[in-house]
């Protein structure tokens, strides 16, 4: 696979315009590949322990500084970012797609996710709002303030292999903090790309931004150990499967530094008798087979109602029919290739299973003909399930969507929130008492509940993440900026008097 032409890709230009230099791209331990055609496209040079300790001890020197900057001035830089995101949008988009296989639409769409989390963080520089509370104490002020955190490790996966990093390193630097970035063993370049557009940042930005204040470590599991282990990382904000977050999740906590936790989803559509079909139907296609079923928002699980199964059910096998499948930078294809081919082996295992367990499976094989060879091609599958079986509560990295049908609505909410993993979820529904009780405290017990919208594609003004399996974390818009802040708790009294809470008393003159 590595005889192929090494540069049909145009590499080392792409790379040139992002910033990154021709010599990071050979004579490394560890080879990169492309999903497109499974062929090396890099060599590149993995951090030691030692430069990990010292890329972390650097972090904690820059935050020392950083946190002393105005808000609005880190909002500053983030601005710029912002800028540089923009003007390198196609160039990142087109390595996005290059390493991680999704297809050239969603591989801009993710550069876009981090041009809007710039933006959405620049506000959030001047607001980061603290509260005024009412003291039960006369002639005393009390407050709750919030201070920048500490240096924050940032985890991610091959998958989105730059939005969730800038979802996180655009709020942390605002809020104060240092990042030191792992990313996937499977896309270290897109993750060199953005440490180079932020250096261009940083140099547009002038003094005042210290050195070590954005750091990529490249490397396998014993990296990612080692921030997860050290006491100077005060945040550990990890993506990836829910194996991943058990394991780090304790570790962190033993050490009493905190975790933001974004795992694994397993997450479904109800499609109720009163379902706009056509509407549904594109969605359910998007959710499902977009970015070839590798989102951790992507729809796995569709919960039809009886009345409507034998019409959906057609349309939605002849839309799969028609799905273009082949080379993610083609216009036109809208499922591109697997990671790699341990990920088509897993799918074709599991549809196995699930055939074995009652399931009727349509689609699913590897595709030959019309792809790049070398990439592992897959065609989406649908299996109508007898019941919410293991395999169908269990998250396969693939574009399988399994069906299952109900009568009930209650039972239809029971099978929707019947699983480990607590992600998104939707209803498509034009009643609004169903859309109403789906969005209830007895409704979805998902961290995403969407009515007549897919499961994925979700906007970054909103929190994502998920409960329950998906690990509970937060990320992106809304608050989620807390989870990067210490809070703190402070009264001041400006009176002559030492009045204790509760109305104690506590004379130590004795009268
Ligand atoms: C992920 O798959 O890890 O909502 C994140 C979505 C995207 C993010 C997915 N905005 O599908």
Partial sequence: MGAKDPDRFDLSALLGRLG??????????????????????????????????????????????????????????????????????????????????????????????????CDFAVGLSRQLYGLTIASERPGHRMMEQWHPLGPVGVITAFNFPVAVWAWNAAIALVCGDSVVWKPSEKTPLTALACQALFQRAVARFGAGAPDGLAQVIVGGREAGEKLVDHPAIALISAT??????????????????????????????????????????????????????QRCTSLRRLIVHDDIYDDLLPALKSAYEGIRIGDPLDSGTLVGPLIDWRAGDEMHRVLGVADDEGGTVHGGGPVTDGVPEGGAYMRPAIVEMPEQTETVRTETFAPILYVLRYSDFDRAVALQNGVPQGLASCIFTRDVKEAERFLAAAGSDCGIANVNIGPSGAEIGGAFGGEKATGGGRESGSDSWKAYMRRQTATVNYSDDLPLAQGITFDIKGD
Avoid: Y
Wanted: include cysteine; glycine fraction near 14%; hydrophobic fraction near 45%.
């Fill in 20 to 117: 990154v230099p021709g010599d990071a791209l050979a004579g490394g331990d560890l080879e990169v590949h492309s999903p497109i055609d499974g062929s090396t496209i890099a060599n590149i040079h993995t951090h030691s322990e030692t430069e990990v300790g010292a890329a972390i001890a650097r972090a904690a020197q820059a935050f020392a500084d950083w946190r002393m900057v105005p808000g609005p001035r880190r909002g500053e830089l983030v601005r710029l970012l912002g800028e540089e995101l923009r003007a390198a949008k196609d160039d990142l988009g087109r390595l996005v797609t290059i390493e991680c296989g999704k297809i050239a639409e969603e591989g801009r769409g993710e550069v876009q996710e981090m041009i809007d989390i």
């Fill in 240 to 293: 990836g499967s829910t194996r991943m977050g058990a394991a780090v999740g304790p570790k962190v906590l033993a050490r009493h530094g905190k975790v933001l936790l974004e795992l694994g989803g397993n997450n479904a559509m109800i499609v109720a008798p009163s379902a706009d079909l056509e509407l549904a139907l594109r969605a359910i296609v998007f959710s499902a087979v977009g970015t070839a079923g």
